[in-house]
């Protein structure tokens, strides 16, 4: 097996929108002596991504319907706040004492629908997910592909919280170019044993990965390069085959 290296992208500027975010990508692991190459994961903060698309919201420009106030009283936050994540929001799965989680308009559940105010700059900004994560992953993918003419795979990512355990993980919102589950079905265990279940989140594995090295509290490495690993390549993948379906989701 081919060992695994992951590779802070370092030197990024701060992310504005309308920025290339292939290009600048493309540029900082060239000057960092790491170019990037045929079969390359990139992994990319949802923050820089959707910074990039200019998805960033004032909180003193939106104004908290009725709704949005009593959450906001229910769960301690910020009635604006509550309004933005609410926007953002197909169902709310659970509400309790500064948590409100929900299923977001893209189909994923997590924490305030993704909307995030680490490194945002400006105290009452907000950033959430990309409208269309999948989308995001395959425009960062293209644009590499067009200055390069290099292959690679992209996943965009974000931190989560998980039922039963503490402490919060990297998990893949958005993929293009990378199969996101390895199926093993049907494959033959050390034993022999016929595996029957067994099906492996490869876009989170390495979105948890990256996170190594890029980090929580420093958004100047908000991308990260994961070279040797073999991969599936399939075009038109997105993260919902991530997502249980909601008759089987025994948290919810």
Same mark, same amino acid.
């Given at each position: 097996?081919?060992?695994?290296?992951?590779?802070?992208?370092?030197?990024?500027?701060?992310?504005?929108?309308?920025?290339?975010?292939?290009?600048?990508?493309?540029?900082?692991?060239?000057?960092?002596?790491?170019?990037?190459?045929?079969?390359?994961?990139?992994?990319?903060?949802?923050?820089?991504?959707?910074?990039?698309?200019?998805?960033?919201?004032?909180?003193?420009?939106?104004?908290?319907?009725?709704?949005?106030?009593?959450?906001?009283?229910?769960?301690?936050?910020?009635?604006?706040?509550?309004?933005?994540?609410?926007?953002?929001?197909?169902?709310?799965?659970?509400?309790?004492?500064?948590?409100?989680?929900?299923?977001?308009?893209?189909?994923?559940?997590?924490?305030?629908?993704?909307?995030?105010?680490?490194?945002?700059?400006?105290?009452?900004?907000?950033?959430?997910?990309?409208?269309?994560?999948?989308?995001?992953?395959?425009?960062?993918?293209?644009?590499?592909?067009?200055?390069?003419?290099?292959?690679?795979?992209?996943?965009?990512?974000?931190?989560?919280?998980?039922? &039963?355990?503490? @402490?919060?993980? $990297?998990?893949?919102?958005? /993929? +293009?170019? %990378?199969?996101?589950?390895?199926?093993?079905?049907? #494959?033959?265990?050390?034993?022999?044993?016929?595996?029957?279940?067994?099906?492996?989140?490869?876009?989170?594995?390495?979105?948890?990965?990256?996170? &190594?090295?890029? @980090?929580?509290? $420093?958004?100047?490495?908000? /991308? +990260?390069? %994961?070279?040797?690993?073999?991969?599936?390549?399939? #075009?038109?993948?997105?993260?919902?085959?991530?997502?249980?379906?909601?008759?089987?989701?025994?948290?919810?």
């Amino acid at each position: 097996m081919n060992p695994i290296q992951i590779i802070a992208v370092e030197g990024l500027p701060l992310i504005k929108p309308g920025d290339n975010l292939g290009e600048l990508i493309v540029n900082a692991a060239k000057k960092q002596k790491t170019p990037l190459q045929n079969k390359d994961i990139i992994v990319v903060t949802h923050v820089v991504a959707s910074k990039a698309e200019g998805n960033i919201i004032n909180l003193d420009e939106v104004t908290p319907s009725k709704k949005a106030k009593e959450i906001a009283q229910q769960t301690n936050k910020d009635p604006a706040l509550v309004e933005v994540i609410l926007r953002e929001t197909k169902e709310i799965v659970r509400l309790g004492q500064n948590s409100i989680i929900t299923e977001t308009n893209s189909g994923i559940i997590c924490a305030n629908a993704g909307v995030d105010r680490s490194n945002v700059s400006g105290d009452r900004n907000v950033v959430p997910l990309p409208k269309n994560p999948n989308a995001s992953a395959q425009n960062i993918r293209q644009e590499i592909k067009e200055l390069t003419s290099v292959n690679v795979a992209v996943i965009v990512s974000d931190t989560h919280g998980r039922p &039963l355990r503490l @402490g919060e993980i $990297n998990v893949a919102v958005g /993929v +293009a170019g %990378i199969k996101p589950i390895r199926d093993r079905r049907g #494959e033959k265990d050390l034993f022999g044993y016929t595996l029957r279940i067994k099906q492996t989140a490869i876009a989170d594995e390495l979105s948890s990965a990256a996170e &190594l090295v890029i @980090g929580q509290a $420093n958004e100047g490495i908000p /991308v +990260a390069i %994961i070279r040797g690993y073999t991969y599936q390549t399939i #075009e038109g993948e997105s993260t919902t085959e991530l997502i249980r379906a909601k008759e089987k989701d025994l948290f919810r």
